[in-house]
């Protein structure tokens, strides 16, 4: 079992900045591709970003490209995303996931508030 805690969430205005952090329990942490996903209000969940366990490549959703970033501290169990350049329909609670499977994700953690206002 993986326990997933975010934290950086947050009130920012428009191109402003946020760092979220999520931290991970497991010691096999370095084998998970890890990830996050977001929901804005009455919207359905959209994939954001995510980073493979050994070799580290990345995959980002198109709206958030050249914005946000996704990095991992394996020596931490700690995983980061850096949000650049934010806009209001960035606003959305984000989860950080883990272990992709056919249904979605294995693990989700219980999700950080971000606010992005105009």
């Known amino acids: 079992q993986v326990q997933l805690v975010e934290s950086g969430g947050g009130l920012v205005q428009a191109g402003g900045s946020l760092r979220l952090s999520c931290a991970a329990s497991a010691s096999t942490f370095r084998r998970y591709t890890m990830g996050w996903v977001r929901q804005a209000p009455g919207k359905e969940r959209e994939f954001v970003a995510r980073m493979s366990g050994i070799h580290g490549s990345t995959d980002y959703a198109d709206s958030v490209k050249g914005r946000f970033a996704i990095s991992r501290d394996n020596a931490k169990n700690t995983m980061y995303l850096q949000m650049n350049s934010l806009t209001p329909e960035d606003t959305a609670v984000y989860f950080c996931?883990?272990?992709?499977?056919?249904?979605?994700?294995?693990?989700w953690g219980q999700g950080t508030q971000v606010t992005v206002s105009s």
């Open positions: 996931v883990a272990n992709p499977n056919s249904s979605g994700w294995s693990y």
